[in-house]
């Protein structure tokens, strides 16, 4: 057993001997020196059983270190030490994705100090301290019972697991409650992604639902059987994922005009979009050409994806050729190319998309909304530079000026690099409809009218 509490404001609390308002630096350096000497070992490398102030000094800080009284209101004298670390910066040391807001509030409904104040306490750095500081420290941390005075040597003793002092009340948990209602209502908004996760939902969640006020529904299209082989195939590739076992695999899919085909390919990661699981792979491809594409799970025919050994005649020469050059497809690329172009499937040809809104609509709808890295609003001033910027050819490039010369001046444009052919671009596109107008690309734009005009025949009758 280790000492696995989290930095909650109920552990500071008990830590500060019940007055973490006053001593909140203090309880978070307590806490840190708690995980080095009884942790995971992920905290340092902590001393022996028996150790003075200066040993831990020694796990705690950088080599040269300096101890004066002076150095403390300076975060620079000693890069890559302890002491330079904010309060912040130690917490999301233990956990990258502690919710610092949610820990804010926690610390604040317990101790009375104000948001803002806490806010400014997560910008100081607990370990820029002097030695005498630290020696208390661990006098203190003896009379909570969580050391030992050796009375022969001077030196601090460690206790035994059976030894710990009882650090709260109820000791059937370390995480503190509104952790563990955060933690579960997150674990139930992507369970859909990842099943396995059900049961440790339900454990996280318990049996107490009735101050629960968020709830997340999900219009799931497949039937319970098609859900389940989806499931599979994702645990067969997080399997092979987690244990290294990067290989090409096979399998039967159906594409869209319900034909079969065989495809060979290297699975690089998955995706949850629009009520769907896809696999973006690299290889041999529907159509029976070399490339990437993205594979809708449960059109997957076969009832497992076979892994391929690299000598199989099946593998691709070109994904022989990535691995002997160390350059296979990675997430990274996936991740990087889904941030150049707005759009799912990442390995169509980009193109700028120029819209144009009503401007109380956009206020309303559009703005301070993030739906890519390239979509933003764009003066209208600027939408011919940025025309004949991206549309060299005049029988593109005419149509559009031409076009935007006629549309208000009052109205609101939005400008985005878009993947072309994208089927949950054009989708976005639509749900923006009648309030939106594509100005550009062409074929977009009239891709949009012909639709427009499909959907006015069908109301023909009124």
Known sequence: MFFEYAPDAAVLD????????????RAVRLWWILRLLYGDGNHGS???????????????????????ERRTSDGTSCPGCLCTLSLEALLHRFDADLPVETWCLEVSRRTGLAPELLRRYLKKRPFAIVA?????????????GWLQRDGASGLYRRRLVEEFPRLLPEEQSAVPAVYRRSVAQALQTVQF???????????????DDTDRRIFVEFD???????????????EQLRGWWEAGDLRPVTFAYTLSTDRKVQICVYPVCLHYVRRAKYLSAYGLGPEGHIGWHNYRLDRIASTTLKPLDWADPQVPVALHSCRQDGNLPTPAYVRKALNEAWGFNFYLPAALLLLRFPADYAARWL????????????????????????YSDSREQQPMLALVARRPTSDAYYKALVRLGDTNLTLRLREWRP??????PLALRRQMAEEVRLELHHYADL
Request: net charge negative.
């Open 193 to 207: 992604a990842y099943p396995q996760l059900y049961a440790l939902v339900n454990e996280w969640q318990g049996d």
């Open 14 to 25: 008990a830590l500060a001997g019940g007055q973490l308002a006053g001593r909140m630096l």
């Open 367 to 390: 703005a301070n909304t993030h739906r890519h890295p390239t979509f933003g609003p764009i003066p209208y001033a600027q939408l011919p530079s940025l025309i004949r910027r991206h």
């Open 132 to 144: 005498r500081s630290l020696r208390d420290d661990l006098q203190h941390l003896c009379r909570l």
């Open 46 to 68: 902590a001393p022996g059983n028996l150790f003075n102030a200066p040993r831990l000094m020694k796990c705690l800080y950088a080599p040269g270190h300096d101890w004066g």
């Open 220 to 234: 799931y299209i497949l039937s319970e059987e098609d859900a389940e082989r989806v499931d599979d195939y994702q």
């Open 435 to 440: 309030h939106g107008e594509v100005l550009a």
